[in-house]
């Protein structure tokens, strides 16, 4: 199993309505939002098929995913999510137990919710720039669509 990292990248104008409800269903409601599902989530393919010229998924790694975590995971009321809470409410070690509990599918980030932890991370645009056009597949010289481990260094570029 894997977890998967989605980023939106384009914005809200022209959204066909089946497009924009399944960015709402993934949590993507606006532009530079990231959201962590497995791999495995039933229909998550399909959904994925649905938004891909909107937004660039791949698989994130542990360091990343610890570094999203701490840097950018937010509990309501726009507080960070610390080891201090992971140890009072998850019963867990540190962020980076957590990071890797989500890894293994010990845990779902997305069913968290009730616990406090906002389900999507507000990132900044991408630190030098996107490499391609936002309007073209990442196969094709673009940034839309699967991208595999290079998920990676776009999350580093936008934490």
């Known amino acids: ?14 959204v066909r309505p089946e497009v924009e409800s399944t960015l ?3 949590r993507l409601r606006r532009k530079f939002a990231a959201s962590l599902y497995p791999s495995t989530l039933q229909g998550l393919n399909g959904m994925l098929k649905v938004i891909e010229n909107w937004a660039t998924w791949g698989e994130i790694e542990l360091d990343t ?8 995971g937010r509990l309501i009321g726009d507080k960070p999510i610390t080891d201090d809470w ?7 070690s540190s962020v ?24 999507f991370f507000r990132l900044h645009p991408p630190r030098g720039g996107f490499k391609g056009s936002i309007k073209k597949h ?11 481990k290079a998920i990676n260094d776009l999350l580093k570029r936008m934490i």
Not at 86 to 92: A, D, R, T, Y
């Open 65 to 72: 995913l610890e570094e999203l975590l701490r840097r950018r």
């Open 96 to 119: 980076r137990e957590f990071a890797e509990k989500l890894l293994n599918g010990e845990l779902m980030y997305h069913k968290l919710e009730p616990l406090g932890i906002k389900p």
């Open 24 to 26: 709402s269903m993934l």
């Open 1 to 14: 199993m894997m977890l998967y990292a989605i980023v939106r990248i384009r914005g809200t104008v022209d």
């Open 138 to 148: 990442y196969g094709a010289g673009g940034e839309l669509g699967y991208r595999g």
């Open 86 to 92: 992971v140890k009072e409410k998850l019963g867990l």
